[in-house]
Each structure stands twice: as C-alpha cells, then as structure tokens.
C-alpha cells in the first residue's frame, strides 16, 4: 500500500523553466491538495481538488496551475518558475466523509529555483 | 478569520519527562482539531484529532491532545519523552470557510521538539 506518493523527489529549475509535479494516491480519497513549506510559515495551501475534474483555489496559487483528470492523479504545474517558488511542495489526500477525516501526507518534492 | 497558532518554535525536553507542545486556535463554532508530525525529510504523519466527546483524546506513538474550549487551545501531550520523539509537530484546525466541506486544514507554523537524552 503506496499511500500518496510524490516525483519527482528532488528538482532543480532555472528561473522560468516550467515542470509537472505529479502525486498519486491509492487510496481512493475523493479530496486532494498541494500545499508549500517554507521555514517558519507552517504549510500552506496552494490548490486543492474536491473531486474529478475538478479545482480550487487555496491560499496561495498565483504562479502554479493544477490539473485532476483522474480520481487517483493531482498535478501540480510552473509555468515560468521564479526564485520565489523554492519550496518544499506536499500533496495530501483525504475522505470526503464528515469532517473530521485526516489527511495523508506524501514524503514532498524539493524544489529549487537558480 | 480562523487561524491556529503555536506559540513556542521550539520546546526541549530531556528524555523521561513530560511534555508539552502548545496550540490555541480561533475559529467559529465547534472546532475539529487535529496534531500532525513531520520527521526530516518526510511527510506529515496524523498524530490525532478531536471531533467531539471527551477532551483527553489519545493518539498514536503514547500522544494525547487535552482539547480545552473556555481556553480554545489543544495542547499536545506525552507523560514520559523519548529521543526518537524529536521531530517537528504541527497543529491543524479544520477551515470551515466558503460552503460546503472541502477537507481542508489551516497550519500553525510548527514546534519544533527536542528530547536530549
């Protein structure tokens, strides 16, 4: 049982080179997110999906685009990546289920924009 | 607003004691409240959560939470500490902004917890 597993691990860009971070989880959950940890600020929620085929915007998202074309699969997307966006990236799934389910974290992507 | 916050950046124990790692947080109506923990170079991993009933909730790894309202905090707690404990633990409220439930978690900025042996 994978859980929610994240590539690439590790990445470095140029400043504004694009890339796909892909996450994937076996789970089944309904509901998905992408957040960034930046020391000192917690994580914080970039884009988060509630279904197939669908987005939303979370507190952060300028500069990154997201995709959910299937239930299992939640991509991340820079289009022009900036120095700014040097980052560890997590994605989490959880149940849509009442409000108190957990979210299950991947082991994130770390991202380095020269 | 709804906000979570965690007041200490680091708490340093020695290994065999109690301890303690402070969250208060701010939301309208019932809070569901939750401890995540993140070892170097992974993921957040679900400690525990408090939805409703009795305030001492207990989770994995000896953990509990102690969900006070009058106080809006929800400490988190273990009677006797470990080295392996050492780790960065975040608290989470559920964001009940916008309609409908959408799952997501508002963040503290995270404690850092050091147990020396």
């Known amino acids: 049982n994978a859980g929610v597993t994240q590539t690439p691990k590790f990445r470095v860009l140029k400043t504004g080179q694009s890339m796909t971070l892909l996450c994937a989880q076996d789970?089944?959950?309904?509901?998905m997110y992408w957040y960034r940890q930046d020391p000192g600020m917690g994580l914080r929620l970039i884009h988060y999906?509630?279904?197939?085929?669908?987005?939303a915007k979370g507190e952060v998202p300028d500069g990154y685009n997201v995709s959910r074309l299937k239930k299992q699969n939640f991509l991340l997307g820079l289009e022009s990546a900036a120095p700014s966006q040097t980052s560890v990236y997590f994605c989490?799934?959880?149940?849509?289920?009442?409000?108190?389910?957990?979210?299950?974290f991947g082991d994130g992507t770390r991202l380095s924009i020269l | 607003a709804q906000s979570v916050a965690q007041p200490e950046d680091q708490v340093n124990v020695a290994e065999g004691n109690p301890l303690t790692v402070k969250c208060t947080y701010s939301?309208?109506?019932?809070?569901?409240l939750f401890w995540y923990v993140q070892y170097p170079n992974r993921g957040l991993q679900f400690l525990l959560k408090?939805?409703?009933?009795?305030?001492l909730v207990k989770g994995s790894y000896g953990f509990e939470a102690e969900f006070n309202k009058s106080q809006t905090s929800f400490h988190l707690k273990k009677p006797s500490a470990l080295v392996s404990d050492s780790a960065l633990y975040f608290c989470?409220?559920?964001?009940?902004?916008?309609?409908?439930?959408?799952?997501?978690?508002?963040f503290g900025q995270g404690t850092t917890l050091q147990v020396k042996p």
């Open positions: 989490a799934s959880s149940y849509q289920q009442g409000g108190g389910q957990p979210q299950h």
């Open positions: 789970m089944n959950h309904e509901y």
């Open positions: 999906s509630v279904g197939e085929g669908t987005t």
């Open positions: 939301v309208s109506g019932n809070p569901y």
């Open positions: 408090y939805i409703t009933g009795d305030n």
């Open positions: 989470a409220v559920r964001d009940k902004g916008g309609s409908g439930n959408t799952g997501k978690l508002i």
